[in-house]
């Protein structure tokens, strides 16, 4: 198993009902990587993703975690499977009515059953690996679109996850704040190891961050395994580098 790929999906379908999203996804998402889930509008990125952490159900197919079956296994090993993710949802999805620390502190809290002082500790270190140390008792309302997701990706961190699932991080930023978040992304693989997924349509993002890569495809609902995204711009699928170019002349 110590070999076996961080995620695994094969012959992954979903859809909703007899609505079929995407059907035939294979791919490897090996430890320590970060791989791009990739596509345009409407293509199935985020009903993949929900997929991924087990909040909505494939129509058929498998996603195994370290070699173990998540979809066919019991709720109690599925809760322990979960444990081991963290995710960034596309706003932050930060609770409006409490602090940046009661937030992070939350999952901990309920998680754990760790005195109040010890859940303090790890909730300030939390926002300090993120560049938020002492805004622990600021609300989600007074900060900036950047500073939410970075606050989000304290949050997704706080059971210190060995896989984080990040959607649309770039999503309402600017160009420069994007790219600090990317770069705050690579620096959690980096030093603390931890197996990144990232579904996204930013070429930026793409390009900068991502070490391998599938592109979802909307016309004929299934995947193009791409490799390195740069790569890919290169060499790859003429589809896919149509979609790595799009607005370049």
Request: hydrophobic share 45%; glycine share 12%; net charge negative.
């Amino acid at each position: 198993m110590s070999n076996a790929p961080h995620i695994e999906v094969r012959n992954l379908t979903l859809g909703y009902g007899d609505f079929v999203v995407q059907r035939g996804l294979d791919f490897a998402v090996n430890q320590g990587g970060i791989f791009v889930v990739m596509g345009g509008n409407g293509c199935g990125k985020t009903t993949l993703m929900r997929s991924l952490v087990g909040l909505q159900a494939p129509l058929a197919g498998t996603v195994l975690y370290g070699g173990e079956d998540f979809w066919a296994a019991p709720d109690q090993e599925q809760r322990r499977l979960k444990r081991r993710l963290g995710i960034l949802f596309q706003g932050g999805a930060l609770w409006s009515s409490l602090t940046l620390a009661e937030n992070v502190a939350l999952p901990i809290a309920e998680t754990t059953g760790l005195p109040p002082g010890q859940v303090g500790e790890i909730v300030a270190f939390k926002l300090a690996l993120v560049g938020l140390a002492g805004f622990e008792d600021f609300y989600p309302s007074e900060l900036s679109g950047g500073m939410k997701k970075r606050a989000g990706l304290a949050r997704a961190m706080a059971l210190d996850p060995d896989i984080l699932v990040v959607d649309e991080p770039s999503s309402g930023l600017d160009p420069l704040t994007a790219r600090r978040l990317d770069e705050l992304i690579v620096e959690l693989r980096d030093s603390l190891g931890t197996t990144v997924v990232v579904v996204t349509h930013d070429l930026a993002s793409i390009l900068a961050i991502g070490d391998n890569s599938v592109y979802l495809d909307a016309d004929t609902h299934t995947m193009i395994a791409t490799g390195h995204p740069r790569e890919a711009l290169n060499n790859g699928d003429a589809k896919v580098r149509h979609f790595l170019t799009r607005g370049e002349s």
